[in-house]
């Protein structure tokens, strides 16, 4: 059959504005989640991680919700600027073997200067 | 530059044919994890070898195989190529099994005509 290319949501900002990126995750029983960023051409790059005994976390102009009630994530980048143009990835792990990661679709971010 | 050097970068190869992809941890990681992407299965896992044993699976395919060697570079073998297999393949590498934070090479990409 044909097969069907991934339709990844798209999220367009200005450049300065915060950056909300969300991500719905599958399994209850995951237990540690992680954000990656992948820009054009290369590997995707760690941002920030949480365990489920959050539901906050923050970095440098990141900060990670975790609300485990509804299985959502979200990534929200402070003052975006369009370097961090990129499509970005939610990932789950169950705790067994914690590089053995659950990728989500993804979401395109473009920053607009 | 993550550390993780992946070779050949991109490789074209026939329908029935066998290839070998290569990788290469950074310096003292012990964990190297193989994951591959395409357009419509998105990142998918594929196995995590650390120190030199297999430590977990993914959906890999039986034409599939990996190792990890001495000098713990790593291998992918994969046989009897389809057009399906087409694909980036990344080798993402950590310094220990209880982290998600993975450090991704560039990829190879695999064309399969």
């Known amino acids: 059959g044909e097969s069907v290319g991934l339709h990844l949501p798209t999220l367009s900002v200005q450049e300065g504005d915060n950056s909300i990126i969300n991500c719905a995750y599958s399994n209850s029983a995951s237990d540690y989640f992680i954000w990656y960023k992948q820009e054009s051409g290369k590997g995707p790059q760690f941002i920030i991680d949480?365990?489920?005994?959050?539901d906050k976390r923050q970095g440098q102009r990141v900060t990670v919700l975790l609300n485990k009630t509804v299985k959502h994530l979200s990534l929200q980048i402070a003052a975006t600027q369009p370097g961090d143009s990129a499509v970005y990835f939610c990932?789950?792990?169950?705790?067994?073997?914690?590089?053995?990661?659950?990728f989500g679709q993804g979401t395109i971010l473009t920053v607009h200067p | 530059d993550s550390g993780v050097t992946q070779t050949p970068k991109h490789l074209i190869t026939a329908t029935g044919q066998r290839v070998t992809l290569r990788c290469s941890p950074r310096?003292?990681?012990?964990?190297v994890y193989w994951y591959q992407q395409s357009l419509d299965q998105g990142l998918q896992f594929l196995i995590h070898?650390?120190?030199?044993?297999?430590?977990a699976k993914g959906n890999i395919l039986e034409r599939f195989s990996a190792q990890q060697f001495p000098d713990l570079h790593s291998e992918l073998n994969l046989s009897s190529l389809e057009l399906g297999d087409s694909a980036l393949y990344f080798c993402?590498?950590?310094?220990?099994?209880?982290?998600?934070?993975?450090?991704f090479g560039e990829g190879s990409r695999l064309t399969v005509l």
């Open positions: 310096s003292g990681d012990l964990s």
């Open positions: 990932a789950e792990n169950m705790g067994t073997s914690y590089g053995k990661l659950t």
């Open positions: 949480i365990r489920s005994n959050m």
């Open positions: 070898y650390y120190n030199g044993e297999e430590r």
């Open positions: 993402a590498s950590s310094v220990d099994i209880v982290t998600g934070e993975l450090f």
